[in-house]
Nanobody
Framework: QVQLKESGGGLVQAGGSLRLSCAAS????????MGWFRQVPGKEREFVAV????????DFADSVKGRFTISRDNAKNTVDLQMNSLKPEDTAVYYC????????????????????WGQGTQVTVSA
């Protein structure tokens, strides 16, 4: 089993920054990719960003491109999401996820391709 735990959420004013971190533990951690998703009440979980566990591939939702970056530390089994120029519409619970099945492209936008999930961390951006 893999356990994922997010940290770094909180309350920030519009235009500010937050850095979310996801720490993995459990079985030998070697996912194919790691992702960040977010969800607001009453809506489906929404793709934010993905990073391959090896190589340089990353992808972002159009709504966060140019503002968010994703990075990983393979030695520490962590994935970070740096969020800059935050907007009120970024308010959500943010989840990290680990995917162990090989896929590519827009499949990563679908939560079903991820096998393990954290419990989420709240991000609130005030206007």
């Amino acid at each position: 089993q893999v356990q994922l735990k997010e940290s770094g959420g909180g309350l920030v004013q519009a235009g500010g920054s937050l850095r979310l971190s996801c720490a993995a533990s459990g079985r030998t951690f070697s996912p194919y990719a790691m992702g960040w998703f977010r969800q607001v009440p009453g809506k489906e979980r929404e793709f934010v960003a993905v990073i391959r566990w090896s190589g340089v591939y990353t992808d972002f939702a159009d709504s966060v491109k140019g503002r968010f970056t994703i990075s990983r530390d393979n030695a520490k089994n962590t994935v970070d999401l740096q969020m800059n120029s935050l907007k009120p519409e970024d308010t959500a619970v943010y989840y990290c996820a680990a995917g162990y099945r090989r896929t590519s492209g827009s499949n990563w936008y679908n939560p079903r391709w991820f096998d393990y999930w954290g419990q989420g961390t709240q991000v609130t951006v005030s206007a």
